[in-house]
């Protein structure tokens, strides 16, 4: 069994690390921040200081294929954070009455997921790993570089240098260090070839604000989660212990909407939204919390076919990361987990060349098309905003890419196809999977074709700017 080095004690850094660990690898973490973990949830919302996780406390959702990995790699961690307030959430039990899906079918369950506040999660993720024999985690140990040597042409990774010069060896380093992964600059450092490379801004923008119920019920859910809304996007998450979020997306270039940091302008135009206005009716236990600065990013150790960077694997936000709102972050991140376990598996004493191109091909078939298909929703819902923004009617998708939004027009209208967008939306089938079935694309355009125009769920741009800057609107 291998010796297996992790940077990075996040969720997905923890996952990772449960998952190799009860394979029979000896897995030390090492993480930057130096917080003990809190005895309780309340204690992690309240006091845990994690400036490492830009995200920590803005919203989160773990969509369904989360929950099924979950089930079958680490059911401890579900039935945990189940004992301590996680929300077991089915999303067929809000839909609308006209999608027809009120009797239940036998596999109904795979939609049901376990979600909850980002502090929740990763304090029960880190007390379960904290009691795992094979696993070793240390807090407050900051990484500033890589030990490698060259083989085959390539950077072999035998060790990682902490800030105070010490040296972990190791068989394997397990890059979870997250959205701004200093792996590039570390490679480069170390004067090897850095990995391919794709990075942008999202161009999104959030605001945040946090509720917690007075009555201990949730918010009825009356319409998508995340619900388009000309210029900007509304999305309302439930989480655990009788708390949600509500967050205000919007094109980062967009200026006056940047007004949107001031509670009293968020709330205005959260409640000029008749269909989420109710999701204000709780305690707010936070200020309105603004995330921008997003990127989208994308790394592969093999160029050319060829591994520059061997005995390292970067998983989750270190690999790939995108907008958030589409809650896939997690989920992508603990499919990797699986993924990394099955190819120690397949041959963890392979040459360090032959292990880095077999993890590539397992990555690049079972996580990239999720990143690929992410980033396609993104740059079309930008272009739409950007387009409403300056006034431009926005060009109608073509092909393919026209059937996601007719899925969501017709899914309320269609037990099928309501269940077919719930398999996107929840990462269990890709949208190429879902639409290449016999007779999906065809009845995804009858039904979207036959209904009326939807009402607008809010306000148009002069009422949005109205309420911006603080002029009654109507």
Same mark, same amino acid.
């Given at each position: 069994?291998?010796?297996?080095?992790?940077?990075? +004690?996040?969720?997905?850094?923890?996952?990772?690390?449960?998952?190799?660990?009860?394979?029979?690898?000896?897995?030390?973490?090492?993480?930057? &921040?130096?917080?003990?973990?809190?005895?309780?949830?309340? /204690? =992690?919302?309240?006091?845990?200081?994690?400036?490492?996780?830009?995200?920590?406390?803005?919203?989160?959702?773990?969509?369904?294929?989360?929950?099924?990995?979950?089930?079958?790699?680490?059911?401890?961690?579900?039935?945990?954070?189940? =004992?301590?307030? =996680?929300?077991?959430?089915? @999303?067929?039990?809000?839909?609308?009455?006209?999608?027809?899906?009120?009797?239940?079918?036998?596999?109904? /369950?795979?939609?049901?997921?376990?979600?909850?506040?980002?502090?929740?999660? $990763?304090?029960?993720?880190?007390?379960?790993?904290?009691?795992?024999?094979?696993?070793?985690?240390?807090?407050?140990?900051?990484?500033?570089?890589?030990?490698?040597?060259?083989?085959?042409?390539?950077?072999?990774?035998?060790?990682?240098?902490?800030?105070?010069?010490?040296?972990?060896?190791?068989?394997?380093?397990?890059?979870?260090? #997250?959205?701004?992964?200093?792996?590039? &600059?570390? !490679?480069?450092?170390?004067?090897?070839?850095?990995?391919? $490379?794709?990075?942008?801004?999202? #161009?999104? #923008?959030?605001?945040?604000?946090?509720?917690?119920?007075? &009555?201990?019920?949730?918010?009825?859910?009356?319409?998508?989660?995340?619900?388009?809304?000309?210029?900007?996007?509304?999305?309302?998450? @439930?989480?655990?212990?009788?708390?949600?979020?509500?967050?205000?997306?919007?094109?980062?270039?967009?200026?006056?909407?940047?007004?949107?940091?001031?509670?009293?302008?968020?709330?205005?135009?959260?409640?000029?939204?008749?269909?989420?206005?109710?999701?204000?009716? +709780?305690?707010?236990?936070?200020?309105?919390?603004?995330?921008?600065?997003?990127?989208?990013?994308?790394?592969?150790?093999?160029?050319?076919?060829? @591994?520059?960077?061997?005995?390292?694997?970067?998983?989750?936000?270190?690999?790939?990361?995108?907008?958030?709102?589409?809650?896939? +972050?997690?989920?992508?991140? !603990?499919?990797?987990?699986?993924?990394?376990?099955?190819? !120690?598996?397949?041959?963890?004493? &392979?040459?360090?060349?032959?292990?880095?191109?077999?993890?590539?091909?397992?990555?690049?078939?079972?996580?990239?098309?999720?990143?690929?298909?992410? !980033?396609?929703?993104?740059?079309?819902?930008?272009?739409?905003?950007?387009?409403?923004?300056? +006034?431009?009617?926005?060009? @109608?998708?073509?092909?393919?890419?026209?059937?996601?939004?007719?899925?969501?027009?017709?899914?309320?209208?269609?037990?099928?196809?309501?269940?077919?967008?719930? $398999?996107?939306?929840?990462?269990?089938?890709?949208?190429?999977?879902?639409?290449?079935?016999?007779?999906?694309?065809?009845?995804?355009?009858?039904?979207?074709?036959?209904?009326?125009?939807?009402?607008?769920?809010?306000?148009?741009?002069?009422?949005?700017?109205?309420?911006?800057?603080? =002029?009654?609107? #109507?």
């Amino acid at each position: 069994m291998a010796a297996i080095v992790v940077l990075g +004690g996040g969720v997905c850094g923890l996952a990772t690390s449960l998952v190799l660990a009860r394979d029979g690898h000896e897995v030390t973490v090492l993480e930057r &921040d130096d917080a003990p973990v809190p005895d309780s949830t309340d /204690d =992690a919302w309240e006091d845990w200081r994690r400036p490492g996780v830009a995200q920590f406390h803005q919203a989160h959702y773990l969509q369904p294929r989360w929950a099924r990995l979950l089930d079958a790699e680490l059911p401890d961690v579900r039935d945990a954070l189940l =004992a301590t307030g =996680a929300l077991r959430f089915d @999303p067929l039990r809000s839909a609308p009455p006209t999608a027809g899906v009120q009797e239940r079918r036998p596999d109904d /369950d795979r939609f049901t997921t376990v979600t909850a506040r980002r502090t929740t999660l $990763e304090q029960v993720v880190a007390r379960v790993a904290a009691d795992e024999p094979r696993l070793q985690v240390q807090r407050g140990t900051a990484v500033d570089g890589l030990v490698t040597r060259r083989v085959d042409g390539a950077a072999l990774v035998t060790a990682v240098r902490t800030t105070g010069g010490r040296e972990v060896p190791a068989d394997l380093v397990v890059d979870a260090t #997250g959205r701004r992964s200093p792996l590039p &600059d570390w !490679l480069h450092d170390a004067g090897d070839r850095p990995p391919y $490379e794709e990075v942008t801004d999202s #161009g999104f #923008g959030y605001y945040t604000r946090f509720f917690r119920s007075r &009555d201990g019920g949730l918010p009825q859910v009356r319409a998508s989660m995340q619900t388009h809304v000309g210029t900007f996007s509304l999305l309302t998450l @439930p989480a655990d212990r009788g708390t949600w979020s509500v967050t205000v997306v919007v094109d980062s270039h967009d200026r006056p909407l940047k007004e949107l940091r001031h509670e009293d302008v968020w709330t205005a135009v959260v409640a000029a939204c008749p269909r989420h206005a109710h999701w204000l009716d +709780g305690e707010p236990i936070t200020r309105v919390l603004p995330m921008s600065g997003v990127l989208d990013r994308y790394t592969r150790a093999v160029v050319d076919g060829v @591994p520059v960077v061997t005995g390292l694997v970067a998983v989750a936000d270190s690999w790939a990361c995108t907008n958030p709102s589409l809650g896939r +972050g997690i989920t992508m991140g !603990l499919l990797q987990a699986a993924c990394l376990r099955d190819a !120690l598996r397949d041959g963890a004493d &392979d040459d360090p060349t032959a292990f880095a191109a077999r993890w590539d091909d397992r990555v690049e078939e079972a996580v990239t098309p999720w990143y690929r298909a992410t !980033l396609a929703v993104d740059r079309a819902r930008l272009a739409e905003m950007r387009a409403l923004r300056e +006034g431009r009617v926005p060009d @109608p998708p073509q092909g393919r890419a026209a059937l996601g939004p007719a899925l969501g027009r017709a899914a309320a209208y269609d037990p099928e196809l309501f269940r077919a967008m719930l $398999e996107i939306i929840g990462c269990l089938a890709l949208p190429a999977e879902v639409f290449s079935r016999p007779g999906l694309a065809e009845r995804v355009a009858r039904v979207a074709g036959e209904q009326p125009p939807a009402p607008a769920p809010g306000p148009d741009r002069e009422e949005l700017l109205r309420l911006v800057a603080g =002029a009654p609107v #109507g």
